[in-house]
C-alpha cells in the first residue's frame, strides 16, 4: 500500500466494520455522539468537572498492565480526554452495553436491568466500596479468563498478535504500509531527540543515557480513527548487546477532541500533552507509558505497547452477563472518576444520581432517556450507513 492510497483504503476499511453490527456503529461514530449531547443540553446534570474519557464504550476498556507488568482493568482509549461531565461517560457506557444487548436479540426489560446496575456499579466506586476485594466478587468470568490470560502473556504473544511473527519486525501487508520517505525521516529524528531518549529508555526502567535504536518503522492501519492521521508502529531495541530488549510502540497523532470540555476548565492547549495528562488521571497503568511528542509538525502520542493489554471483546450477551458486566464496568468508571473528587465531592455527585430516580426505575431519569434517544438516533445513522454502503458496492461492482 502505497501513501498516495492510504486515505482510499482506509475509508473502505472504516465503512466496512461500522457496517459489521449496530454495535461496531456505535463504537464507530462518536461525534454523532456529542452532536446528540449538544441537542441535549439542559437534560443532562453537570457533575463535577474531571478528567473524563469522553469515548467510553465497550472496546475502550480492559487488562492495561502497569510498567512493572502488574495488570488492572483501566480505560484502554483516551483520544477524546477532557476535563467535562462525568455524566457524558456514564451515558456513552450505557449506550455501549444497551446497544451491545440488542445485538444480542436480548428483551427490552434487560435494557432497563442494565441501566440499573449501571448506576448501582458507578455510585458502589463513588462511595469507596470498589477496592481489590470488591473488584474480584464484582469482576464477571468473561472479564476474569481474559486478566488470567493477560497476567500469562510475555513479548512472544503481543509478537505473534501485533506483528504476526516472533521476530521483532514489521511485516508489510494487510496492516503494516509502507513509508513515505519524509514519514521515515522524521521517526528518525523522532527518536533522536534527548528528552524523548530517554524517557524511552525510563519505560523499560533503564538509564537515560542506555541506547535507542529504531529497527523498523510502518503505518499502521488500526481502528476506524486512523483516517486522515498519522499513525505508526515502531520497533525499536533498547539497551546494548544481550542486554537489549524490544520496544514496540504505537504513535498516534492527536487531534482536537469532540467531546465538550467544562467551560473553566484548564488543560494543556497541547493536544499530545492533553491526551498524556487525561491517561494519567483516568488510567494509571497506561498513563506512564505514554509520551507527548511533535512529528511533521503534528502533536503525537507515544505508546509503549505491552503483552499484558488486551481489548475486552463482547460477541454475544446473555441477560445475567449484561447485568454483571454493566456493573462491574461502570465500577471500573466510578473508579477512574472518583479517584479525581475529594470525600464531599464525590458524596454530593452521588446525592445528585439518587435524587433523579423514579419509584419505577432505580436508575436515573436522565441516563434512561438519553440511551433511549440515543439508540434511535443510532439504530437509523446505522441502517443509513448501510443502505450508502451497499450502493456504494453495486456502483464499484
Keep these: 500500500m502505497q501513501p498516495e492510497d492510504r486515505a482510499i483504503r482506509l475509508r473502505e476499511v472504516r465503512n466496512l466494520k461500522m457496517a459489521q453490527s449496530p454495535h461496531a456503529y456505535v463504537r464507530g461514530s462518536t461525534a454523532r455522539f456529542y452532536e446528540w449531547l449538544e441537542s441535549a443540553q439542559g437534560n443532562v446534570p453537570s457533575g463535577p468537572a474531571v478528567w473524563i474519557c469522553g469515548d467510553c464504550h465497550l472496546g475502550n476498556l480492559g487488562p492495561l498492565a502497569n510498567r512493572k507488568g502488574r495488570v488492572a482493568v483501566q480505560i484502554r482509549d483516551l483520544d477524546q480526554t477532557v476535563i467535562g461531565n462525568p455524566a457524558h461517560d456514564l451515558i456513552r457506557l450505557g449506550l455501549s452495553l444497551a446497544s451491545a444487548a440488542r445485538g444480542s436479540d436480548l428483551p427490552g426489560v434487560v435494557t432497563a436491568r442494565i441501566l440499573e446496575h449501571l448506576t448501582a456499579g458507578y455510585e458502589s466506586a463513588l462511595a469507596g466500596d470498589f477496592d481489590a476485594a470488591a473488584e474480584e466478587d464484582l469482576r464477571p468470568k468473561s472479564v476474569g479468563a481474559l486478566l488470567d490470560r493477560s497476567v500469562k502473556r510475555r513479548w512472544r504473544h503481543l509478537a505473534?498478535?501485533?506483528?504476526?511473527?516472533?521476530?521483532?519486525?514489521?511485516?508489510?501487508?494487510?496492516?503494516?504500509?509502507?513509508?513515505?520517505?519524509?514519514?521515515?525521516?522524521?521517526?528518525?529524528?523522532?527518536?533522536?531527540?534527548?528528552?524523548?531518549?530517554?524517557?524511552?529508555?525510563?519505560l523499560q526502567s533503564r538509564a537515560a543515557d542506555e541506547p535507542v535504536e529504531v529497527v523498523d518503522a510502518a503505518y499502521w492501519l488500526k481502528g476506524c480513527s486512523s483516517l486522515g492521521r498519522l499513525r505508526y508502529a515502531v520497533m525499536l531495541r533498547v539497551g546494548s548487546g544481550k542486554r537489549a530488549s524490544p520496544c514496540l510502540v504505537d504513535i498516534k497523532e492527536a487531534v482536537k477532541a469532540a467531546a465538550p470540555r467544562s467551560p473553566d476548565a484548564i488543560m494543556p492547549a497541547n493536544n499530545a500533552a492533553r491526551v498524556v495528562a487525561g491517561a494519567k488521571a483516568l488510567s494509571p497503568n497506561l498513563g506512564q507509558r505514554m509520551i507527548a511528542g511533535r512529528m511533521l509538525d503534528r502533536p503525537v502520542v507515544l505508546r509503549e505497547l505491552m503483552p499484558q493489554d488486551l481489548k475486552l471483546e463482547v460477541e454475544r450477551l446473555t441477560h445475567p452477563q449484561a447485568i454483571e458486566l454493566a456493573e462491574y464496568l461502570a465500577s471500573v468508571l466510578g473508579k477512574a472518576h472518583g479517584r479525581q473528587m475529594d470525600r464531599e465531592t464525590r458524596q454530593a455527585w452521588r446525592r445528585d444520581l439518587a435524587r433523579a430516580r423514579t419509584a419505577r426505575l432505580d436508575a436515573p431519569s436522565w441516563l434512561w432517556s438519553s440511551v433511549i434517544d440515543l439508540l434511535g438516533i443510532h439504530e437509523r445513522a446505522y441502517l443509513e450507513h448501510c443502505r450508502a454502503y451497499a450502493l456504494g458496492l453495486e456502483k464499484a461492482a
Design 160 to 202: 505473534a498478535e501485533r506483528l504476526e511473527s516472533i521476530e521483532p519486525v514489521l511485516r508489510l501487508g494487510k496492516k503494516f504500509w509502507a513509508l513515505a520517505a519524509e514519514e521515515r525521516a522524521a521517526l528518525e529524528a523522532l527518536f533522536e531527540e534527548t528528552e524523548l531518549h530517554a524517557m524511552i529508555a525510563g
